[in-house]
Nanobody, 125 residues
């Protein structure tokens, strides 16, 4: 069992930056591919970014490509989502998720085995 805890959300203005963190309680994340997803009010949860477990390859949704960056620390206990040039449409609850097994289907919600509780990001115009 992996417990994931997100932090770093908040209220910012358009154009600002935030860095979200996702920490695993009591264990490293080196065996997991990691993803960030978000859910805006009245909308479905959607893929934002992912990083593979071995080579650390990354994937991004088109809506955030060039503005967001996903990374993991050397000890692989924390995964980050650096969000730059934030827009009001980035407002959502952001969730991190962990996936066992091969680093495939990382854009698919159903591929993930563990989820955090989410952190709210609000971008004002």
């Amino acid at each position: 069992q992996v417990q994931l805890v997100e932090s770093g959300g908040g209220l910012v203005q358009a154009g600002d930056s935030l860095r979200l963190s996702c920490a695993a309680s009591g264990r490293t994340l080196s065996s997991y591919s990691m993803g960030w997803f978000r859910q805006a009010p009245g909308k479905d949860r959607e893929f934002v970014a992912a990083i593979g477990r071995s080579r650390g390859s990354t994937e991004y949704a088109d809506s955030v490509k060039g503005r967001f960056n996903i990374s993991r620390d050397n000890a692989k206990t924390t995964v980050y989502l650096q969000m730059n040039s934030l827009k009001p449409e980035d407002t959502a609850v952001y969730y991190c998720a962990a996936k066992l097994g091969v680093s495939m289907w990382l854009r698919t919600i159903g591929s993930y085995d563990y989820w955090g509780q989410g952190t709210q990001v609000t971008v004002s115009s």
